[in-house]
């Protein structure tokens, strides 16, 4: 079955500060404990320099949204109860050194291709990461942006940064919202 023209699943981009963390830990803790299911995705670790610019070749980042797409797909039959949304954040970023536009996009686009709707917690992230992320969360899926479009995107940012001599690390979210000419 191709899964290329399947839209954008819906994301909530959960902005993740302090004060809310707090709330949000006390309100949900109990609901959490009872009603979820823990999914360990292990992560490729990108170091600064040549090696950073590295994770956005194509091969690296189908084998990311493979492994996603493997820990997101987990059928109801294996699970206890049937969860119809993944709980994430910056997976493979910090220690790991992993682009957090790119790390969120492969993760949407696995949520997507496993028809999973995706709460995507920025933990303190930041500006101008922050409010690109959560601008796009709205932006595409209001543009019906679908799956292949999506990936077809990443493709164009890298020979768009490899056109303007741009550095590819942290510059992703800014190139999808302002660069990339969504049809």
Known sequence: ?????LRLRYVCCALFLSAARKKFVRKYRLQMYFFSQIVAIDAIRFGGG????????????LREVMKA?????VSSDELVHDYSGIATGNWG???????????SMVQWLAASLAERDITY??????????????LLAQELPAKGVSVGE??????????????????QTGALLEYLLNNHKWE
């Open 50 to 61: 040549l090696l950073a610019s590295r994770q956005f070749a194509a091969d690296l980042v």
């Open 69 to 73: 797409y493997t820990g997101f797909s």
């Open 121 to 134: 917690f920025t933990y303190d992230l930041g500006d101008p990461e922050e409010t690109q992320l959560c």
């Open 1 to 5: 079955m191709n899964k290329a023209g």
């Open 150 to 167: 999506l990936w077809a995107a990443l493709g164009a940012f890298t020979s768009f940064c490899k056109a303007e001599d741009r550095k």
């Open 93 to 103: 970023c910090g220690a790991f050194g992993g682009d957090v536009g790119l790390k």
